[in-house]
T-cell receptor, first 114, second 111 residues
């Protein structure tokens, strides 16, 4: 299995809703990442988990809350989002931090906040 | 602050031609330089990568040229095909941490 699977593929939520994005990989990777990508822009790093511990938070608003329950799973909990948070949310993984392995990305969750 | 500068923003090439995308960086601590290809509705996919101790790396029709003294690197796509039409991102990282992306180049290969 060489994939990163993200669910759901599409999500529409109101500004008062609570929802979660899920990311799963079974490649034995020990580093996992959340990126946000706006239309026609590059991916922007949000969070980095290394060995299930949060190692980087790129000053992301607290309405985004990451969670790494185990080495294969990464969640992003969403609460009280704003319309400007609408974007493609990408999950990625790599063997571990350090080294030269590159990242494997999922296809993303297209989030629309109404 | 953009750590990796990429050009051009868009590129149109005829089928069979050579596509060239350029990137420049400032941070000499970067030690890993991958290129990603992204199709609409999909996540970026790793295409090819290079480390600064190598000046060129070739994989099939894709070649990275790396100029350490100029702090520049480029992607060459030989014999470009319509199926290569996508957005290409250069990126850089230190010890595979915190991958930072260039702004992207939208490549269109005309039949």
């Amino acid at each position: 299995d060489t994939e990163v699977t993200q669910t759901p593929k599409h999500l529409v939520m109101g500004m008062t809703n609570k929802k979660s994005l899920k990311c799963e990989q079974h490649m034995g990777h020990r580093a996992m990442y959340w990126y946000k990508q706006k239309a026609k822009k590059p991916p922007e790093l949000m969070f980095v988990y290394s060995y299930e511990k949060l190692s980087i938070n790129e000053s992301v608003p607290s309405r985004f809350s990451p969670e790494c329950p185990n080495s294969s799973l990464l969640n992003l909990h969403l609460h009280a989002l704003q319309p400007e948070d609408s974007a493609l949310y990408l999950c990625a993984s790599s063997q571990h931090r350090g080294g030269f392995y590159g990242y494997t990305f999922g296809s993303g969750t297209r989030l629309t906040v109404v | 602050q953009q750590q990796v500068k990429q050009s051009p923003q868009s590129l149109i090439v005829q089928k069979g031609g050579i596509s060239i995308i350029n990137c420049a960086y400032e941070n000499t601590a970067f030690d890993y330089f991958p290129w990603y290809q992204q199709f609409p509705g999909k996540g970026p996919a790793l295409l090819i990568a290079i480390r600064p101790d190598v000046s060129e790396k070739k994989e099939g029709r894709f070649t990275i040229s790396f100029n350490k003294s100029a702090k520049q690197f480029s992607l060459h796509i030989m014999d470009s095909q319509p199926g290569d039409s996508a957005t290409y991102f250069c990126a850089a990282s230190i010890d595979n941490n915190d991958m930072r992306f260039g702004a992207g180049t939208r490549l269109t290969v005309k039949p």
